[in-house]
């Protein structure tokens, strides 16, 4: 399963946010079916994290991420990939997913393709780095 931060229950489209998203989207990656979900940790990434990892969801895309939250589910075991800030539909992240066109977040890449989204980089979650 994959979780897409989305930030109403019906939408469609990845949103900016990632630990204050409202909802996740879980995309079954062999099926393309999904279900949507509230975020039990919104407000907190660290706790957003827990909720995914509780969930057993075992990859996530984003649009901004911080390096705390992003820490926290390679932890976990989690793989972690970026939408590197396109504005994508959920089908159009399936297709993606289908074709190995989804770009991975590695510890090597990470200092590139991470981007909290806040001003100088700040996180609003009260992670340590």
Known sequence: MIAIPLDKK????ISELFG?????AFLNEDTGHFKVVKNQGCGDGLETAKFLSN???????FFHMGEGI????????MK????????????????QFLSNKCK???K???STLLDSGMP???CACSSKK
């Open 55 to 61: 969930q057993h969801i075992n990859s996530a895309i």
């Open 20 to 24: 204050n998203s409202a909802y996740f």
């Open 80 to 95: 972690v990939y970026s939408c590197v800030k396109n504005y994508l539909s959920i089908d159009e992240i399936y297709r």
């Open 70 to 77: 992003f820490n926290s589910l390679q932890e976990s075991g």
């Open 10 to 13: 019906d939408s469609t489209t």
């Open 108 to 110: 090597a890449n990470s």
């Open 120 to 122: 100088s980089g700040s």
């Open 104 to 106: 991975e977040v590695t």
